[in-house]
């Protein structure tokens, strides 16, 4: 039996679980200091709710950098994941430099 392509990215999965679990605790506990370093002092709600959404990830990656072979789906949905994020946050500073 060989080894999956995609065990080579293991190392990256399992970096992003820690990413995850450290920045989603950070933010969904204690929003006031975030939301102060980004200027956004009122939305501390909302960066919560962005906390808790990131620190669900964090086990889907620690699950898929053990098997990357074995969870597929969820290789995709890291992918998406990663990539709408950056959409978003271009598209944020697109938006805030327009207004």
């Known amino acids: 039996m060989s080894a999956s392509p995609l065990r080579r990215f293991a190392p990256w999965f399992y970096a ?6 450290a920045w989603g605790t950070l933010v969904a506990a204690y929003p006031d200091p975030v939301a102060d370093l980004a200027g956004a ?5 909302f960066l919560r709710v962005v906390g808790l959404f990131v620190l ?9 950098a053990r098997r990357p072979d074995r969870y597929p789906q969820l290789v995709v949905v890291a992918l998406l994941g990663k990539l709408f994020g950056a959409a978003g946050f271009v598209l944020a500073l697109l938006v805030d430099a327009v207004q």
């Open 16 to 21: 992003a679980a820690l990413y995850n679990l």
């Open 41 to 45: 002092g009122d939305e501390t709600l």
């Open 56 to 64: 669900v990830y964090a086990p889907a990656y620690w699950w898929v």
